[in-house]
């Protein structure tokens, strides 16, 4: 069947849009002449793809929606209704799979909805397969990255970078898939002392965590914290340029794989086959030891996970990919 306007919907969070990248490729490649929007919350969006992948894109601001008492949200409800029926899309993909998704999907005004409740790349993939999309290499649509490379190549020569560079990037929405502080540390003497510079990544909630890891390494030189300087895009950029990266479990990890850059990630209480670094041909995930690793808890009363994988295991890991990059 051929469709002609199509709505997907995707809302969040970075990890899961850039996950949906290679989907939103397909699509367009088994649709070339249908309109595509892409319905997402405002802070993801500047990672969802321009024209011609994607044609439009829908905003739902979730953090407005949630300041709103009840009353307020069915209003807002009744406003996404009237906008996503004036469309007329005769395709509606879910791919967030979650209530909310599926309210927007009902509501939207079309008969032929598909998707997945439960999400990774090649499920994503396995809808573009079923509406008729080859779908058989993983392309990641990413935008034009020109600006940001020059803003953050300006950030780092103000920082007096000397020569290549690490990305470590220490926080994750979980506090069960941190990393300590203590062990990014370690880590951290262990690479500069190997002759590399390591620069710090990351979001403003992760500021203390940085302020913290540049106090137990010791405040080199070597060290640069740009946690909190960046755009997500200037974040992308960041990691583009840099030798290899190093993260647990979070947003920027998928950043990484997408470009292709050499990457180590730690994974505890998540599961790496479901939701770890998908498209670089150099990843390396070091799994936790412990006994209840998948756990999938967001909160833990014995947290140990992230602790069991040691400073020196993952520095064994960047020895070996080092000497081959």
């Not at 998707?115 to 990641?140: K, P």
């Not at 479901?274 to 999938?296: K, M, N, Q």
């Not at 993952?314 to 990919?321: C, F, L, P, S, W």
């Amino acid at each position: 069947m051929e469709y002609k306007n199509i709505l997907l919907i995707k809302m969040s969070s970075l990890g899961d849009i850039l996950h949906t990248l290679p989907f939103a490729a397909a699509l367009r490649q088994r649709f070339p002449k249908a309109k595509i929007t892409w319905l997402v919350h405002p802070q993801f969006a500047g990672f969802v793809p321009d024209p011609p992948v994607i044609d439009e894109i829908i905003y739902f601001d979730k953090v407005k929606f949630n300041k709103m008492n009840l009353l307020a949200k069915l209003a807002y409800f009744q406003e996404m209704r009237r906008l996503l029926h004036s469309k007329k899309f005769d395709l509606v993909i879910d791919m967030q799979g979650m209530f909310k998704s599926a309210v927007l999907a009902a509501i939207s005004g079309c008969s032929d909805r598909i998707g997945y409740c439960d999400h990774v790349i090649e499920r994503y993939l396995d809808v573009a397969r079923y509406l008729g999309a080859s779908a058989e290499q993983i392309v990641f649509p990413l935008p034009d990255l020109s600006k940001e490379t020059v803003s953050v190549q300006e950030k780092l020569q103000k920082n007096e970078l000397q020569g290549e560079y690490i990305v470590v990037v220490p926080g994750a929405r979980w506090k069960t898939k941190e990393w300590p502080a203590e062990h990014y540390a370690s880590l951290i003497k262990m690479i500069i002392a190997d002759g590399c510079s390591v620069v710090l990544a990351g979001g403003p909630d992760d500021t203390a965590k940085g302020e913290k890891i540049t106090e137990l390494a010791g405040k080199p030189m070597q060290l640069i914290n740009l946690i909190g300087q960046t755009s997500l895009r200037e974040l992308a950029a960041l990691i583009k340029g840099c030798k290899l990266f190093i993260s647990a479990d979070t947003g920027p990890l998928h950043f990484a794989a997408a470009l292709k850059k050499p990457l180590i990630a730690m994974y505890g209480p998540t599961k790496a086959d479901r939701t770890g670094p998908y498209g670089s041909d150099d990843a390396t995930v070091i799994l936790s030891t412990a006994a209840c690793a998948g756990c999938l808890k967001k909160e833990c009363d014995d947290w140990h996970c992230m602790y069991d994988i040691t400073p020196e295991m993952v520095y064994a890991v960047y020895i070996e990919k080092s000497r081959r990059l």
